[in-house]
Protein backbone atom coordinates (compact mmCIF):
# COMPACT_ATOMS: atom_id res chain seq x y z
CA UNK A 1 0.00 0.00 0.00
CA UNK A 2 1.56 3.31 -1.19
CA UNK A 3 1.18 6.16 1.54
CA UNK A 4 0.50 9.80 -0.49
CA UNK A 5 -0.28 13.01 1.27
CA UNK A 6 -3.01 15.01 -0.08
CA UNK A 7 -2.50 18.46 -0.65
CA UNK A 8 -5.88 18.79 1.58
CA UNK A 9 -4.34 17.18 4.09
CA UNK A 10 -1.01 18.56 4.52
CA UNK A 11 -2.09 21.80 6.04
CA UNK A 12 -4.12 19.63 8.29
CA UNK A 13 -1.75 16.97 9.15
CA UNK A 14 0.66 19.93 10.36
CA UNK A 15 -1.80 22.33 12.29
CA UNK A 16 -4.62 19.94 13.02
CA UNK A 17 -2.93 16.51 12.61
CA UNK A 18 -5.05 14.55 9.99
CA UNK A 19 -2.99 12.38 7.70
CA UNK A 20 -4.20 10.33 4.40
CA UNK A 21 -2.97 6.93 3.78
CA UNK A 22 -4.63 5.44 0.27
CA UNK A 23 -5.37 2.19 -1.27
CA UNK A 24 -5.81 1.79 -4.94
CA UNK A 25 -9.09 1.41 -5.77
CA UNK A 26 -10.47 -1.68 -8.10
CA UNK A 27 -12.45 -0.82 -11.31
CA UNK A 28 -15.62 1.45 -10.80
CA UNK A 29 -18.75 -0.20 -11.94
CA UNK A 30 -20.84 1.55 -9.45
CA UNK A 31 -22.07 5.37 -10.08
CA UNK A 32 -24.77 7.78 -9.77
CA UNK A 33 -25.93 10.43 -12.09
CA UNK A 34 -26.47 13.59 -10.25
CA UNK A 35 -27.25 16.01 -13.84
CA UNK A 36 -30.33 13.58 -14.50
CA UNK A 37 -33.75 15.74 -13.10
CA UNK A 38 -34.65 13.38 -11.12
CA UNK A 39 -32.31 11.55 -8.85
CA UNK A 40 -33.24 8.74 -7.21
CA UNK A 41 -31.35 8.54 -3.46
CA UNK A 42 -28.83 5.59 -3.77
CA UNK A 43 -29.38 2.57 -1.03
CA UNK A 44 -26.48 2.43 0.64
CA UNK A 45 -25.55 0.22 3.67
CA UNK A 46 -23.13 1.88 6.89
CA UNK A 47 -22.44 -0.40 9.57
CA UNK A 48 -21.21 0.76 12.71
CA UNK A 49 -17.55 1.00 12.41
CA UNK A 50 -15.15 -1.60 14.78
CA UNK A 51 -13.85 0.39 17.65
CA UNK A 52 -14.38 2.35 20.46
CA UNK A 53 -15.18 5.82 18.43
CA UNK A 54 -16.46 3.57 15.46
CA UNK A 55 -20.29 4.23 15.73
CA UNK A 56 -19.76 7.74 16.40
CA UNK A 57 -18.01 8.40 13.06
CA UNK A 58 -19.99 5.88 10.95
CA UNK A 59 -22.99 7.88 12.21
CA UNK A 60 -21.44 11.42 11.29
CA UNK A 61 -20.97 9.57 7.71
CA UNK A 62 -24.22 8.03 7.61
CA UNK A 63 -26.00 11.47 8.57
CA UNK A 64 -23.55 13.73 5.56
CA UNK A 65 -24.80 11.58 3.03
CA UNK A 66 -28.29 11.04 3.68
CA UNK A 67 -28.77 15.10 4.04
CA UNK A 68 -27.26 14.93 0.88
CA UNK A 69 -30.25 13.86 -0.59
CA UNK A 70 -28.37 11.70 -2.96
CA UNK A 71 -28.06 8.64 -0.78
CA UNK A 72 -30.95 6.56 1.56
CA UNK A 73 -29.07 4.39 4.02
CA UNK A 74 -30.61 1.40 4.97
CA UNK A 75 -31.91 0.96 8.25
CA UNK A 76 -29.31 -1.43 10.57
CA UNK A 77 -31.82 -3.86 11.31
CA UNK A 78 -32.43 -5.13 8.28
CA UNK A 79 -28.48 -6.04 7.95
CA UNK A 80 -28.29 -10.02 7.13
CA UNK A 81 -24.27 -10.34 7.67
CA UNK A 82 -23.04 -8.80 10.97
CA UNK A 83 -19.07 -7.21 9.86
CA UNK A 84 -16.66 -7.99 12.05
CA UNK A 85 -13.42 -7.54 10.12
CA UNK A 86 -14.10 -4.30 7.80
CA UNK A 87 -11.26 -5.18 5.83
CA UNK A 88 -12.64 -8.17 4.04
CA UNK A 89 -14.56 -8.58 1.57
CA UNK A 90 -18.21 -8.39 2.41
CA UNK A 91 -20.90 -11.67 1.62
CA UNK A 92 -21.86 -9.59 -1.21
CA UNK A 93 -25.36 -11.89 -1.22
CA UNK A 94 -26.29 -11.20 1.83
CA UNK A 95 -26.07 -7.35 1.02
CA UNK A 96 -28.46 -7.74 -2.67
CA UNK A 97 -31.14 -9.24 -0.39
CA UNK A 98 -31.36 -6.08 1.07
CA UNK A 99 -31.25 -4.04 -2.43
CA UNK A 100 -28.04 -2.37 -0.77
CA UNK A 101 -26.18 -1.28 -3.66
CA UNK A 102 -23.10 0.39 -1.91
CA UNK A 103 -21.42 -0.48 1.33
CA UNK A 104 -19.30 1.17 3.80
CA UNK A 105 -17.47 -0.41 6.40
CA UNK A 106 -14.27 0.50 8.32
CA UNK A 107 -13.06 0.99 12.22
CA UNK A 108 -11.43 3.33 14.07
CA UNK A 109 -8.71 2.88 16.72
CA UNK A 110 -6.41 4.85 18.68
CA UNK A 111 -2.44 4.75 18.24
CA UNK A 112 0.02 4.64 20.76
CA UNK A 113 1.10 8.40 20.26
CA UNK A 114 -2.47 9.22 21.25
CA UNK A 115 -4.00 9.68 17.57
CA UNK A 116 -7.14 8.21 16.40
CA UNK A 117 -7.13 6.28 12.78
CA UNK A 118 -9.91 5.80 11.13
CA UNK A 119 -10.59 4.08 7.70
CA UNK A 120 -13.64 3.26 5.36
CA UNK A 121 -13.54 0.61 2.53
CA UNK A 122 -16.57 1.64 -0.30
CA UNK A 123 -17.88 -1.76 -2.24
CA UNK A 124 -19.77 -2.18 -5.05
CA UNK A 125 -22.47 -4.60 -4.22
CA UNK A 126 -23.72 -5.61 -7.54
CA UNK A 127 -19.80 -5.18 -8.95
CA UNK A 128 -18.68 -7.71 -6.50
CA UNK A 129 -15.56 -5.43 -6.16
CA UNK A 130 -14.08 -2.70 -3.94
CA UNK A 131 -14.31 0.29 -4.99
CA UNK A 132 -12.04 2.61 -2.22
CA UNK A 133 -10.45 2.25 1.01
CA UNK A 134 -8.53 4.75 2.87
CA UNK A 135 -7.35 5.80 6.17
CA UNK A 136 -6.51 8.71 8.09
CA UNK A 137 -4.59 9.54 11.66
CA UNK A 138 -6.09 12.67 13.23
CA UNK A 139 -6.01 13.94 17.02
CA UNK A 140 -8.82 13.70 19.23
CA UNK A 141 -10.41 17.26 17.94
CA UNK A 142 -10.46 16.73 14.77
CA UNK A 143 -12.45 13.24 14.81
CA UNK A 144 -15.70 15.38 13.06
CA UNK A 145 -13.71 16.13 10.44
CA UNK A 146 -12.44 13.08 9.50
CA UNK A 147 -16.16 11.61 9.30
CA UNK A 148 -16.64 14.45 6.74
CA UNK A 149 -13.53 13.56 4.70
CA UNK A 150 -14.52 10.39 4.59
CA UNK A 151 -17.92 11.28 3.22
CA UNK A 152 -16.78 13.68 1.14
CA UNK A 153 -14.92 10.59 -0.47
CA UNK A 154 -17.65 8.31 -0.70
CA UNK A 155 -19.80 10.86 -2.42
CA UNK A 156 -17.06 11.94 -5.06
CA UNK A 157 -16.28 8.04 -5.84
CA UNK A 158 -20.01 7.46 -6.49
CA UNK A 159 -21.11 10.69 -8.05
CA UNK A 160 -17.77 11.79 -9.60
CA UNK A 161 -18.44 15.71 -7.85
CA UNK A 162 -16.50 16.75 -5.20
CA UNK A 163 -18.16 16.46 -1.66
CA UNK A 164 -18.95 19.73 0.43
CA UNK A 165 -19.10 17.54 4.04
CA UNK A 166 -15.66 19.23 5.14
CA UNK A 167 -16.49 22.80 5.11
CA UNK A 168 -18.38 25.48 7.48
CA UNK A 169 -20.17 28.45 7.49
CA UNK A 170 -20.40 31.55 8.86
CA UNK A 171 -23.46 33.19 10.09
CA UNK A 172 -24.70 35.83 12.56
CA UNK A 173 -25.98 34.01 15.55
CA UNK A 174 -29.18 35.84 17.26
CA UNK A 175 -30.27 35.81 20.52
CA UNK A 176 -32.35 37.91 22.74
CA UNK A 177 -35.57 40.03 22.55
CA UNK A 178 -36.81 41.01 19.50
CA UNK A 179 -36.23 44.43 20.08
CA UNK A 180 -33.22 44.17 21.57
CA UNK A 181 -31.14 41.29 19.14
CA UNK A 182 -27.78 40.35 20.04
CA UNK A 183 -26.32 39.44 17.02
CA UNK A 184 -22.27 37.77 16.78
CA UNK A 185 -20.45 36.39 14.21
CA UNK A 186 -20.08 32.61 14.82
CA UNK A 187 -19.02 29.75 12.22
CA UNK A 188 -19.86 25.94 12.83
CA UNK A 189 -19.56 22.59 10.63
CA UNK A 190 -22.16 22.51 7.49
CA UNK A 191 -23.88 20.55 9.49
CA UNK A 192 -24.78 22.53 12.62
CA UNK A 193 -22.47 21.17 14.87
CA UNK A 194 -18.98 22.61 16.96
CA UNK A 195 -20.31 26.31 16.90
CA UNK A 196 -17.78 28.92 17.83
CA UNK A 197 -18.39 32.59 18.26
CA UNK A 198 -15.90 35.08 16.58
CA UNK A 199 -17.41 38.40 18.15
CA UNK A 200 -18.40 39.31 21.40
CA UNK A 201 -22.01 40.81 20.69
CA UNK A 202 -21.63 43.91 21.69
CA UNK A 203 -21.65 45.62 18.40
CA UNK A 204 -23.74 44.65 15.82
CA UNK A 205 -22.70 42.56 12.90
CA UNK A 206 -23.61 41.89 9.75
CA UNK A 207 -23.73 39.97 6.07
CA UNK A 208 -19.86 37.67 6.43
CA UNK A 209 -18.67 36.95 3.27
CA UNK A 210 -16.06 33.96 2.83
CA UNK A 211 -13.06 34.29 0.52
CA UNK A 212 -13.47 31.55 -2.08
CA UNK A 213 -9.60 29.92 -1.44
CA UNK A 214 -8.94 31.07 2.01
CA UNK A 215 -9.87 30.86 5.44
CA UNK A 216 -10.73 34.52 5.74
CA UNK A 217 -14.01 36.47 5.79
CA UNK A 218 -15.56 40.26 5.64
CA UNK A 219 -17.96 41.09 7.50
CA UNK A 220 -19.49 44.17 8.52
CA UNK A 221 -19.02 45.48 12.18
CA UNK A 222 -20.69 49.27 13.72
CA UNK A 223 -18.69 48.86 17.08
CA UNK A 224 -17.67 52.69 15.69
CA UNK A 225 -20.88 53.40 15.56
CA UNK A 226 -20.42 53.62 11.59
CA UNK A 227 -20.16 50.85 9.22
CA UNK A 228 -16.73 49.27 9.07
CA UNK A 229 -15.64 46.29 6.67
CA UNK A 230 -13.53 44.14 8.89
CA UNK A 231 -10.97 40.86 7.12
CA UNK A 232 -10.74 38.47 9.89
CA UNK A 233 -8.63 35.38 9.57
CA UNK A 234 -10.60 32.27 11.10
CA UNK A 235 -7.82 30.05 12.19
CA UNK A 236 -5.86 33.03 14.04
CA UNK A 237 -7.91 34.96 15.12
CA UNK A 238 -5.94 37.95 13.97
CA UNK A 239 -8.53 41.32 12.18
CA UNK A 240 -7.84 43.74 9.76
CA UNK A 241 -10.06 47.01 8.65
CA UNK A 242 -10.40 47.09 5.45
CA UNK A 243 -12.19 50.58 5.64
CA UNK A 244 -15.14 52.82 6.58
CA UNK A 245 -17.75 52.79 4.10
CA UNK A 246 -20.67 55.04 5.46
CA UNK A 247 -22.99 54.11 2.44
CA UNK A 248 -22.58 50.31 2.65
CA UNK A 249 -25.43 47.93 3.54
CA UNK A 250 -23.60 44.54 2.54
CA UNK A 251 -19.75 43.32 3.04
CA UNK A 252 -18.09 43.50 -0.16
CA UNK A 253 -17.50 39.99 -1.65
CA UNK A 254 -13.97 38.27 -2.52
CA UNK A 255 -12.79 37.98 -6.22
CA UNK A 256 -11.82 34.32 -7.16
CA UNK A 257 -8.05 34.74 -6.14
CA UNK A 258 -9.06 36.42 -3.13
CA UNK A 259 -7.25 39.57 -4.02
CA UNK A 260 -10.19 42.16 -4.26
CA UNK A 261 -13.29 43.02 -2.77
CA UNK A 262 -16.14 43.92 -5.10
CA UNK A 263 -18.87 46.15 -2.93
CA UNK A 264 -22.09 48.76 -3.42
CA UNK A 265 -21.61 52.25 -1.99
CA UNK A 266 -23.30 55.43 -1.67
CA UNK A 267 -21.40 58.08 -2.59
CA UNK A 268 -22.90 62.10 -2.28
CA UNK A 269 -24.19 62.08 -5.17
CA UNK A 270 -27.06 59.54 -3.61
CA UNK A 271 -26.36 57.11 -6.09
CA UNK A 272 -25.49 53.47 -5.23
CA UNK A 273 -22.75 51.98 -7.37
CA UNK A 274 -20.19 49.30 -7.62
CA UNK A 275 -16.94 49.66 -6.68
CA UNK A 276 -13.74 47.10 -6.75
CA UNK A 277 -11.12 47.32 -4.26
CA UNK A 278 -7.48 45.82 -4.63
CA UNK A 279 -6.75 44.36 -0.95
CA UNK A 280 -2.90 45.22 -1.16
CA UNK A 281 -2.84 48.95 -2.23
CA UNK A 282 -7.20 50.15 -0.85
CA UNK A 283 -7.24 51.37 -3.72
CA UNK A 284 -10.70 51.74 -5.46
CA UNK A 285 -11.98 51.22 -9.11
CA UNK A 286 -15.85 52.60 -9.99
CA UNK A 287 -17.71 50.03 -12.18
CA UNK A 288 -21.07 51.21 -12.44
CA UNK A 289 -21.99 54.89 -12.99
CA UNK A 290 -25.82 54.94 -12.87
CA UNK A 291 -28.36 57.35 -11.12
CA UNK A 292 -29.94 54.16 -10.34
CA UNK A 293 -29.71 51.48 -7.49
CA UNK A 294 -26.82 48.79 -8.59
CA UNK A 295 -26.13 46.68 -5.27
CA UNK A 296 -25.31 42.82 -4.39
CA UNK A 297 -22.37 42.22 -6.67
CA UNK A 298 -21.15 39.14 -6.93
CA UNK A 299 -18.30 37.84 -9.36
CA UNK A 300 -18.11 34.71 -11.69
CA UNK A 301 -15.68 31.74 -10.48
CA UNK A 302 -13.07 32.91 -13.07
CA UNK A 303 -13.41 36.35 -11.89
CA UNK A 304 -14.51 38.08 -15.50
CA UNK A 305 -17.81 39.19 -14.95
CA UNK A 306 -19.69 40.36 -12.04
CA UNK A 307 -23.79 39.79 -11.68
CA UNK A 308 -25.41 42.30 -9.38
CA UNK A 309 -28.91 43.65 -9.26
CA UNK A 310 -30.03 47.40 -10.38
CA UNK A 311 -33.28 49.32 -10.46
CA UNK A 312 -32.52 51.11 -13.68
CA UNK A 313 -35.26 49.91 -15.38
CA UNK A 314 -37.83 50.69 -12.70
CA UNK A 315 -37.57 47.54 -10.31
CA UNK A 316 -34.84 45.42 -9.21
CA UNK A 317 -33.71 43.25 -11.78
CA UNK A 318 -30.58 41.32 -12.37
CA UNK A 319 -27.76 42.62 -14.57
CA UNK A 320 -24.61 41.15 -15.93
CA UNK A 321 -20.96 43.21 -16.75
CA UNK A 322 -17.62 42.43 -17.20
CA UNK A 323 -15.38 42.58 -14.31
CA UNK A 324 -13.94 46.24 -15.72
CA UNK A 325 -17.65 46.98 -15.91
CA UNK A 326 -17.59 46.72 -19.22
CA UNK A 327 -21.37 45.39 -21.27
CA UNK A 328 -23.69 46.04 -18.77
CA UNK A 329 -27.02 44.12 -19.36
CA UNK A 330 -30.14 42.49 -18.15
CA UNK A 331 -30.75 39.29 -17.93
CA UNK A 332 -33.79 38.51 -15.52
CA UNK A 333 -37.30 39.97 -16.87
CA UNK A 334 -39.56 38.14 -14.10
CA UNK A 335 -42.37 39.66 -12.48
CA UNK A 336 -41.08 40.57 -8.67
CA UNK A 337 -37.88 42.13 -7.39
CA UNK A 338 -35.02 40.69 -7.54
CA UNK A 339 -31.95 40.83 -5.14
CA UNK A 340 -28.86 38.96 -3.79
CA UNK A 341 -27.74 37.35 -6.74
CA UNK A 342 -24.73 34.81 -6.27
CA UNK A 343 -22.51 32.83 -8.89
CA UNK A 344 -22.56 29.58 -8.67
CA UNK A 345 -18.43 27.91 -7.85
CA UNK A 346 -19.54 25.74 -10.54
CA UNK A 347 -20.17 28.97 -13.27
CA UNK A 348 -23.38 27.74 -14.89
CA UNK A 349 -26.04 29.34 -12.75
CA UNK A 350 -26.67 32.09 -10.37
CA UNK A 351 -28.88 31.57 -7.34
CA UNK A 352 -31.16 34.47 -5.74
CA UNK A 353 -33.83 35.78 -3.87
CA UNK A 354 -36.91 36.81 -5.46
CA UNK A 355 -39.92 38.96 -3.80
CA UNK A 356 -43.41 38.49 -5.63
CA UNK A 357 -46.96 37.63 -4.90
CA UNK A 358 -45.87 38.58 -1.57
CA UNK A 359 -43.71 35.67 -0.69
CA UNK A 360 -39.74 35.52 -1.07
CA UNK A 361 -38.62 32.78 -3.07
CA UNK A 362 -35.11 31.32 -3.55
CA UNK A 363 -34.24 30.16 -7.16
CA UNK A 364 -31.68 30.06 -9.66
CA UNK A 365 -31.08 30.88 -13.10
CA UNK A 366 -28.61 30.57 -16.14
CA UNK A 367 -25.77 33.21 -16.76
CA UNK A 368 -27.88 34.47 -19.33
CA UNK A 369 -30.89 34.86 -17.58
CA UNK A 370 -32.69 31.69 -19.28
CA UNK A 371 -33.90 28.74 -16.97
CA UNK A 372 -35.33 30.19 -14.13
CA UNK A 373 -36.40 27.83 -11.45
CA UNK A 374 -37.68 28.29 -8.25
CA UNK A 375 -36.23 26.14 -5.51
CA UNK A 376 -38.24 27.63 -2.40
CA UNK A 377 -40.96 29.74 -1.11
CA UNK A 378 -41.98 31.02 1.90
CA UNK A 379 -43.40 34.40 3.89
CA UNK A 380 -39.79 35.35 3.94
CA UNK A 381 -36.49 34.42 3.28
CA UNK A 382 -33.54 35.34 1.74
CA UNK A 383 -29.69 35.72 1.26
CA UNK A 384 -28.71 32.27 -0.79
CA UNK A 385 -24.94 30.94 -0.35
CA UNK A 386 -23.77 28.21 -2.69
CA UNK A 387 -21.68 25.14 -1.11
CA UNK A 388 -18.41 24.91 -2.93
CA UNK A 389 -19.37 22.08 -5.23
CA UNK A 390 -22.13 24.21 -6.51
CA UNK A 391 -25.00 21.73 -6.02
CA UNK A 392 -26.58 22.83 -2.64
CA UNK A 393 -27.92 26.13 -1.14
CA UNK A 394 -28.11 27.91 2.38
CA UNK A 395 -30.42 30.53 3.06
CA UNK A 396 -32.25 32.09 5.91
CA UNK A 397 -36.32 31.74 6.79
CA UNK A 398 -37.94 34.01 9.26
CA UNK A 399 -39.91 31.29 11.12
CA UNK A 400 -41.04 31.66 14.81
CA UNK A 401 -40.27 35.02 15.76
CA UNK A 402 -36.85 35.04 13.88
CA UNK A 403 -34.47 33.86 11.41
CA UNK A 404 -33.40 30.17 10.81
CA UNK A 405 -30.99 28.40 8.28
CA UNK A 406 -32.15 26.18 5.74
CA UNK A 407 -30.79 24.30 2.65
CA UNK A 408 -31.71 22.96 -0.66
CA UNK A 409 -30.68 21.45 -3.43
CA UNK A 410 -30.85 21.97 -6.92
CA UNK A 411 -33.90 19.61 -7.20
CA UNK A 412 -35.65 22.03 -5.01
CA UNK A 413 -36.62 18.39 -3.69
CA UNK A 414 -34.19 18.14 -0.74
CA UNK A 415 -34.37 20.85 1.89
CA UNK A 416 -33.31 20.40 5.19
CA UNK A 417 -33.38 22.46 8.21
CA UNK A 418 -29.81 23.48 9.70
CA UNK A 419 -30.15 22.99 13.79
CA UNK A 420 -28.48 25.96 15.45
CA UNK A 421 -29.09 26.95 18.98
CA UNK A 422 -30.36 30.10 18.39
CA UNK A 423 -31.79 32.68 15.73
CA UNK A 424 -29.77 32.20 12.57
CA UNK A 425 -29.06 34.79 9.57
CA UNK A 426 -26.98 35.93 6.75
CA UNK A 427 -24.96 32.14 6.19
CA UNK A 428 -21.95 32.23 3.59
CA UNK A 429 -20.77 28.40 3.21
CA UNK A 430 -16.57 28.31 2.96
CA UNK A 431 -14.61 26.40 0.34
CA UNK A 432 -13.54 23.38 1.22
CA UNK A 433 -11.47 22.89 4.17
CA UNK A 434 -7.82 22.38 3.92
Do not use: C
Not at 261 to 274: A, P
Amino acid sequence: MKSILKPLLMVAAMAMGIISVATLPARATLELNVNKGNVEPMPIAIPDFQGELGAQISAIVTADLKRSGLFAPIDKAAFVEKITNPDAPPRYEDWKVINAQALVTGSVSKEADGRIRAQYRLWDIFGNTQLAGEQFFANDANQRRVAHIIADAIYEKITGEKGYFDTRVVFIDESGAKNARKKRLAIMDQDGANVRYLSDGRSIVLTPRFSPNRQEITYMSYESGQPRVYLLQIETGQRELVGNFPGMTFAPRFSPDGQKVIMSLLRDDGNSNIFAMDLRSRSTTRLTNSTAIDTSPSYSPDGSKVVFTSDRGGRAQIYVMGADGSGQTRISFGDGVYSTPVWSPRGDLIAFTKQTGGEFQIGVMKTDGSGERILSSGFQQEGPTWAPNGRVLMFFRDSNGGPKLVSVDLTGRNEQPIPTANFASDPAWSPLLE
